[in-house]
């Protein structure tokens, strides 16, 4: 069950490419989009989908029936807070809808 999410090769549980070659010059993995390819088997840091995918398994938005913000460009509720969003790491913030001061800022 992907819960929704869509398949991502910079997921942290995503193997390296070259992960388990016996070769190091040949992969043993490659992405259907080759522009993904350098991604596969990043380590920096849980991608958003790997959030997503958390938050949904543990049904965290349950936790704000009723939030403090809206959520845009497919960002989700922070479910500590029920007052910001969590957003995907290439948007720069979730515009809070119900007030046009409070941003969410990635670090």
Known sequence: ??????????S??????????????IPVLTSKDANSQWSMGQRERAAFSDVAMVNALYDCAQKCPYPLVKCA????INSKTCAACICPYMVLSAYSFSSPSIHLYLS
């Open 12 to 25: 942290v549980l995503h193997y390296d490419p070259y992960g388990f070659a016996l070769d190091d010059e």
């Open 1 to 10: 069950n992907n819960f929704g999410v869509a398949y991502d090769y910079g």
């Open 73 to 76: 460009n497919g960002g989700i």
